[in-house]
């Protein structure tokens, strides 16, 4: 079992930064990618970011590449999506996910664990 819950959301001006967190519950976190993703009102989820249980191997959306940063830290249970130069089209719930798997993965099918997601909203 692994409980999730993310924190770091809020309303920010477009061109700004943000820094989601996630805090992860359980033993097999660091044996675990994690993921992110996002949903906009009336669209499905989406992928955002993904990292291997190691922190290598990053992927990301061609929609956030070079602008946001995925990062964990294993000693403290912790996966960070640091969001630079954002845009309205960012405006979303943003879901931290934990895989079933110990490699990094763009496919929702593959995460088992999801938290309840933090407001993000670009102004422009």
């Given at each position: 079992q692994?409980?999730?819950?993310e924190?770091?959301?809020?309303?920010?001006?477009?061109?700004?930064?943000?820094?989601?967190?996630?805090?992860?519950?359980?033993?097999?976190?660091?044996?675990?990618?994690?993921?992110?993703?996002?949903?906009?009102?009336?669209?499905?989820?989406?992928?955002?970011a993904?990292?291997?249980?190691?922190?290598?191997?990053p992927?990301?959306a061609?929609s956030?590449?070079?602008?946001?940063?995925?990062?964990?830290?294993?000693?403290?249970?912790?996966?960070?999506?640091?969001?630079?130069?954002?845009?309205?089209?960012d405006?979303a719930?943003?879901?931290?996910?934990?895989?079933?798997q110990?490699?990094?993965?763009?496919?929702?099918?593959?995460?088992?664990?999801?938290?309840?997601?933090?407001?993000?909203?670009?102004?422009?």
């Amino acid at each position: 079992q692994v409980q999730l819950v993310e924190s770091g959301g809020g309303l920010v001006q477009a061109g700004g930064s943000l820094r989601l967190a996630c805090t992860a519950s359980g033993r097999t976190f660091s044996s675990i990618a994690m993921g992110w993703f996002r949903q906009a009102p009336g669209k499905d989820r989406e992928f955002v970011a993904t990292i291997s249980y190691t922190g290598a191997t990053p992927i990301y959306a061609d929609s956030v590449l070079g602008r946001f940063a995925i990062s964990r830290d294993n000693a403290k249970n912790m996966v960070y999506l640091q969001m630079n130069s954002l845009k309205p089209d960012d405006t979303a719930s943003y879901y931290c996910a934990a895989s079933t798997q110990s490699g990094a993965t763009s496919s929702q099918d593959l995460y088992r664990y999801w938290g309840q997601g933090t407001q993000v909203t670009v102004s422009s």
